[in-house]
Nanobody
């Protein structure tokens, strides 16, 4: 079993920054990829940053250049640095790890960007 715990969400003004962290514990093997997703009210969950086991990253155009995903293998964490935040970035952010043929999700952390 794998447990994911996100932290770092909160309220920030437009143009500000936040750093989210996702700590993983449990049977961590055969890690395929990690990612951060978000879901705003009334909208579908969407990927905002992904990183493969080989370190390749991908971002949608909406956050490219503003968000950066990184990982710390020694601490089993994956982080999301979010800069130049916009009100439309407001959502619940979830981390997800794909390993052992399954996808695991954290409980989510709220990010609110005020205008």
């Amino acid at each position: 079993q794998v447990q994911l715990v996100e932290s770092g969400g909160g309220l920030v003004q437009a143009g500000g920054s936040l750093r989210l962290s996702c700590a993983a514990s449990g049977n961590l093997f055969a890690i395929n990829a990690m990612g951060w997703y978000r879901q705003a009210p009334g909208k579908q969950r969407e990927l905002v940053a992904g990183i493969t086991s080989g370190g390749r990253t991908n971002y949608p155009d909406s956050v490219k250049g503003r968000f950066t995903i990184s990982r710390d293998n020694a601490k089993n964490t994956v982080n999301l640095q979010m800069n130049s935040l916009k009100p439309e970035d407001t959502a619940v952010y979830y981390c997800s790890w794909s390993l052992g043929g399954r996808d695991y999700w954290g409980q989510g952390t709220q990010v609110t960007v005020s205008s």
